[in-house]
């Protein structure tokens, strides 16, 4: 058991000393789950409306690929990226491989479906009285359209922070195509699951603080933009 | 010479939810200017009546001339001469401000904003310093309600529609909203329609009351509606029984299925049982409520005849004589002849 304590000590030792390399992982991480959350923000919050907003041909089996898609497994959105930006690959080219947006264009295929899906879900569960009130009110088509989005606004944001929790946590996607590469790549997950097998149980458990604390941080977002909408 | 359009006539209107149920209204108008009440059960069609009134709703068939003009959901214009206030008014997740000023934002109206809105929150009796930032979850149901009139009232509409509007508010709230819809009326010339099962504020805004049942509108005024079965007795009549078991006699209808109509005024209150009169009808009631008909010099008098609510029509002098107070026995009395079709 000393070897955990000791673990936990060497923690608050880095964490309080601001280390650098945990201070890099902890970066890398937050950098590159801040590009594919703005990227998937960007894809998945129209999508997400449109497919929640109107209705059309083929609507339930869409919404049944998206839904189908929320539990797609890291290592496999990490495995068809790679297969399309390796060398080999048709964009090969764009020498994505090992770098940090190669992780943020994986992470983005991984949590757009959680933002287009939770998105929908927040616009169909809008209240039935909205839309004869807007057209009461003078509002008309984009303006409507725009109003009830707007409605929707903390139940969107519950979808980004979602996100958020799943593409800080993941670890498929930024070991394989991330190659997890000291000051470049290695992001809190990957870097914990490096240490823990090297028996550094110290930085592993900084980090695995630092995780959860972000965690901590992105579920008490969620239960205050609950309780507001 | 050419006469003044109705505001309002719906010619052939039909309006179905499924095989359950159909409005179905074949003729009906609305006069600029006027305020016009709808009373009947719930379930007989006076929301969706008003949603194709306020050009939310779109019938299957029949024809809106709005202002003698053809019109549909789809004419800006026009709908947005006319705002609605549900039954359950919805507040938008904003602030109360925000919630009245939308209107005019949408119409991109954005002089004297916040001019209009604390003179449109004073008309419903709400102090703009006071209300204009909260957010909407610090509302109680009464003020909601009377946010969500303000957001209408601002808006100076032609029409304005108001569902229920007093179903689930306080008795001041109930005062509030019935002084702010009659001043708009009488400043802006606003023609109110207005649907409430509270007869005695429906009455002190409009006389003008018509009853929606079962998909038809019946009546141009506040009738009496004995729905029957109609069974013929003979002689040319025929007779229905009240839900306490009293019999109604009339003569006998012209088409089968229709619904008899006495008029209140057509019915005549006594204290005693009448002997030997020309009336057929006599049934035993109890007062339920009397209230003043506006400023008419007429009393609403309402009985129940176990469970059957009759409306009457007395004047102030005659209550007075009568001494007609509220739980006294009394007997209404009609003629079968006075009964009409519809």
Redesign the interface.
């Known amino acids: 058991m000393g070897y955990i304590s000791e673990g936990f000590l060497r923690a608050f030792e880095l964490l309080v000393s601001l280390e650098a390399e945990t201070c890099s992982a902890i970066i890398t991480t937050i950098s590159v789950s801040s590009m594919s959350m703005a990227a998937s923000l960007v894809i998945g919050i129209p999508t997400g409306f449109a497919l929640g907003y109107f209705t059309f041909p083929a609507k339930r089996q869409v919404r049944a690929v998206v839904d189908t898609l929320l539990a797609l497994p890291t290592v496999v959105v990490g495995l068809i990226v790679y297969a399309f930006i390796s060398n080999r690959g048709p964009y090969g080219n764009l020498e994505l491989l090992y770098t940090q947006p190669g992780i943020a264009i994986a992470q983005t295929l991984l949590v757009v479906p959680i933002v287009i899906s939770l998105t929908a879900t927040a616009v169909e569960g809008l ?1 039935r ?2 839309k ?2 807007l ?6 088509g984009a ?1 409507i359209a725009l ?1 009830s989005l ?2 929707a ?2 139940a969107v944001l519950i979808a980004a922070i979602t996100a958020y929790g799943r593409a800080i946590s993941e670890v498929g996607v930024s070991m394989i195509i991330g190659g997890n590469i000291k000051w470049h790549t290695r992001t809190i997950t990957t870097a914990i699951a490096l240490e823990t097998g090297k028996g550094e149980f110290g930085m592993a458990i900084a980090l695995g603080i630092v995780l959860l604390l972000l965690a901590f941080l992105v579920n008490g977002s969620l239960a205050v933009l609950r309780k507001r909408s | 010479m050419s006469s003044k359009p109705p505001l309002y006539q719906v010619t052939g209107l039909v309006f179905r939810y499924g095989e359950r149920f159909e409005l179905n209204i074949p003729d009906f108008s609305i006069e600029p200017g006027s305020a016009v009440g709808l009373i009947g059960p719930n379930g007989g069609g006076k929301t969706t009546l008003l ?1 194709i009134l ?3 709703e779109r019938p299957q068939s029949g024809e809106i001339l709005f202002d003698g003009e053809r019109t549909s959901v789809e004419d ?1 214009s026009v ?2 001469s ?5 039954q ?3 507040l ?2 904003r602030s109360v401000f925000e919630n009245v000023a ?2 005019l934002k ?2 991109g109206k954005r002089k004297r904003l916040e001019q209009e809105v604390e003179e449109a929150l004073g008309t419903v009796g709400l102090d703009s310093q006071d209300f204009s930032r909260r957010p909407w979850y610090e509302l109680s149901g009464g003020e909601a309600q009377r946010v969500a009139l303000a ?2 009232l601002i ?1 100076r509409p032609r029409v304005l529609i108001l569902d229920e509007p007093t179903a689930s508010v306080d008795e001041k709230s109930a005062l509030l909203i019935k002084d702010a819809v009659i001043e708009s009326r009488r400043k802006d010339g606003t023609t109110l329609i207005i649907a409430s099962h509270d007869h005695v504020w429906l009455n002190s805004i409009t006389s003008d009351i018509r009853r929606v049942y079962r998909g038809r509108v019946l009546g141009t005024a506040v009738h009496n509606v004995i729905i029957g079965p109609w069974a013929e007795i003979g002689e040319g009549l025929c007779r229905a029984t009240l839900p306490d078991g009293q019999p109604v006699t009339a003569t006998c209808p012209p088409l089968p299925g229709m619904h008899g109509m006495v008029d209140p005024t057509d019915i005549v209150i006594s204290l005693d049982r009448p002997a030997m009169m020309s009336a057929h009808n006599t049934i035993q009631a109890t007062v339920m409520s009397l209230e003043m008909n506006g400023d008419t010099g007429i009393v609403n008098v309402s009985l129940d005849t176990g469970g059957f609510r009759v409306l009457a029509r007395v004047t102030r002098h005659t209550a007075r004589e009568m001494n007609l107070l509220p739980g006294e026995k009394v007997w209404a009395v009609f003629k079968a002849s006075s009964i009409k079709w519809e």
């Open positions: 209240d009285r909205l004869p009130t057209h009461a009110l003078g509002a008309r303006q109003t707007m409605e606004r903390y | 949603r306020a050009f939310i800006a709908s947005r006319v705002s609605m206030l549900l359950e008014p919805y938008l997740k939308y209107g949408v119409r957001a209408r808006l």
